[in-house]
Structures are given as structure tokens and as C-alpha cells.
């Protein structure tokens, strides 16, 4: 029986939909990106981390967590097994440890509490290493956009007109050198890769996220990126989104979340690969 596999959000980590959609079939799959299986651990009570478990409680068997993005970024995803290998594997006894613990005798423990906070601290280390780069990339967006559009152009993708080709052209050649900075930054042999391992790579989907989150801003009127706050925020939203082109869809409550994951997805389709593992 083949199920279909959603990429969850953290906005919607209690939801009836998650809900419904795993008690749909049992070959259902929500697929936790690891910030979304973070935000567990950042809970400040045990009550708390309760209520967050509380649709993937009832089916440990049908959630899959994803690896670090510093994992997944050095992955070759372009082969058979890329996306599984994306994928870690002791995630039901996990989850089904962490509910018998905190429903227990031991929940009140401070022990268990620390325990959870200590994982939230090192998660978010990590994430607050892998975006500084791309973070460097979202505030040059105005320099970009003068660079890549015209003001012709530029009224075509605030009025929500037709690209042209060349429009198309520096999109995909924006994705490719922030690609290639990105690859650089990780040690990737980015130059000898085949066209379809590039397509597939991780960084590569993240670097074109960019460029359709620059689309984005620019649609939104430009507004000033003086928040590195928010743009940290968004970047998280964009790993979501790029995570869920490999799997078949994004359950999501945040509109820009949507929105580039969509636009993401027909690029990736225009320039010939469904990505799907």
C-alpha cells in the first residue's frame, strides 16, 4: 500500500488536519524536519511538550524525522537512496520513551525538564550556524534585486504578470552561484557533479528557495530586512519548504511558507526534475 508522505510544520504539529491525515491510512507519513521535532524539546513544561506530542503520540509508527540540515547538505540525494537517507530511524521507540516518561511518575522530575532544554540549546546552535551564511545572502537582496531586474521586470512580478525568459534566466543563474557558494562552504565537489545530482542536492533547492524568496520580497513591495530575527524565522520556513519538494506536499499555516514552496516546486518541475525520492 502506498501512502502519501507531508512534510509537517511546526504550526501544525497539533492540528485536526495532521490528525486526520494520519488516521486516514496507516501508510501515511508525516515527515518532522528537525527544527519541527526541536520545537518538542523547547517546550517550558511538561505540559507543554504533552500537548505538542499530542497527534504524533498516537501514531509514532507513521512519523518520520529528518536528520540535520548540516547532514542532509553533503548528501548525494541524487541517488536511489538520497531521500531515505535523509531519514533517521529510531524515531517510534522515541517517541513512545518520551510520552512514557513525561505521562509518568517521573515527569515532575527537573532531571527530565533539563534534559529537554539541554537538547533545545545544541539544536539551536546548529541551526543558528548553518543559516549565518544564507543569512549574509537575504540582507544583499535589494543589491540582487537591482542587479538580476529591471523596473520592468520588476513591475511584472509585483502585478503578477507573465516571466519572461530572460527573467527565467536569472533566476536559475542567481540559484547557481549562490549554489556554488553554498557547496563551496560545505567542501562539495559541486564542478564534477551530474546535472541530475545537482538538481537534486540539497543546497542547490536551498540556493533557488533563496531566489524565490527574493521573488517574494519583492512581490511584497521590498520592505526594509532590518530584522535578523524574522529573516532567521523565514529561512527556517524555507528549509520546510525545500525539504518538501523531495516528498509529495507541505502541510503548512503560513501563507509565504506556501507560497515559495509552491513557486519552488514549479521550478524545479520547469527545469525538468519532479524531485520526489
Do not use: C
Given at each position: 500500500?502506498?501512502?502519501?508522505?507531508?512534510?509537517?510544520?511546526?504550526?501544525?504539529?497539533?492540528?485536526?488536519?495532521?490528525?486526520?491525515?494520519?488516521?486516514?491510512?496507516?501508510?501515511?507519513?508525516?515527515?518532522?524536519?528537525?527544527?519541527?521535532?526541536?520545537?518538542?524539546?523547547?517546550?517550558?513544561?511538561?505540559?507543554?511538550?504533552?500537548?505538542?506530542?499530542?497527534?504524533?503520540?498516537?501514531?509514532?509508527?507513521?512519523?518520520?524525522?529528518l536528520k540535520s540540515g548540516e547532514v542532509i547538505a553533503r548528501l548525494n540525494l541524487g541517488l536511489p537512496s538520497g531521500v531515505a537517507a535523509m531519514e533517521r530511524q529510531d524515531v517510534a521507540p522515541l517517541i513512545r520513551e518520551m510520552i512514557h516518561v513525561i505521562s509518568g511518575p517521573r515527569r515532575e522530575d527537573p532531571i527530565v525538564?533539563?534534559?529537554?532544554?539541554?537538547?533545545?540549546?545544541?539544536?539551536?546552535?546548529?541551526?543558528?550556524g548553518m543559516?549565518?551564511?544564507?543569512?549574509?545572502?537575504?540582507?544583499?537582496?535589494?543589491?540582487?534585486?537591482?542587479?538580476?531586474?529591471?523596473q520592468h521586470e520588476i513591475r511584472i512580478i509585483r502585478t503578477n504578470g507573465r516571466y519572461t525568459e530572460e527573467m527565467f534566466a536569472s533566476i536559475f543563474g542567481a540559484a547557481e552561484q549562490i549554489w556554488e557558494t553554498l557547496a563551496e562552504g560545505y567542501g562539495l565537489q559541486w564542478r564534477s557533479m551530474l546535472r541530475d545530482h545537482t538538481m537534486s542536492a540539497y543546497l542547490f533547492r536551498y540556493a533557488l528557495g533563496i531566489v524565490i524568496y527574493l521573488l517574494w520580497w519583492i512581490g511584497s513591495g521590498s520592505p526594509k530586512l532590518e530584522r535578523v530575527d524574522r529573516i532567521r524565522n523565514d529561512l527556517i520556513d524555507l528549509n520546510f519548504a525545500v525539504y518538501a519538494t523531495y516528498y509529495d506536499g507541505f502541510l503548512t499555516a503560513d501563507r509565504k511558507a506556501k507560497w515559495i514552496f509552491l513557486n519552488l516546486s514549479r521550478a524545479l518541475e520547469a527545469a525538468g526534475t519532479s524531485g520526489r525520492g
Open positions: 500500500m502506498t501512502g502519501t508522505r507531508l512534510v509537517i510544520d511546526s504550526s501544525k504539529l497539533q492540528s485536526a488536519e495532521l490528525r486526520e491525515f494520519l488516521s486516514a491510512s496507516t501508510a501515511n507519513l508525516a515527515v518532522l524536519p528537525d527544527f519541527a521535532w526541536f520545537e518538542v524539546y523547547k517546550q517550558e513544561t511538561v505540559d507543554a511538550v504533552l500537548a505538542l506530542l499530542s497527534v504524533i503520540g498516537d501514531f509514532p509508527e507513521q512519523i518520520t524525522v525538564l533539563q534534559q529537554l532544554k539541554d537538547l533545545w540549546s545544541s539544536a539551536a546552535v546548529s541551526l543558528v543559516h549565518e551564511g544564507a543569512i549574509d545572502i537575504v540582507t544583499s537582496l535589494p543589491e540582487m534585486s537591482e542587479q538580476m531586474f529591471s
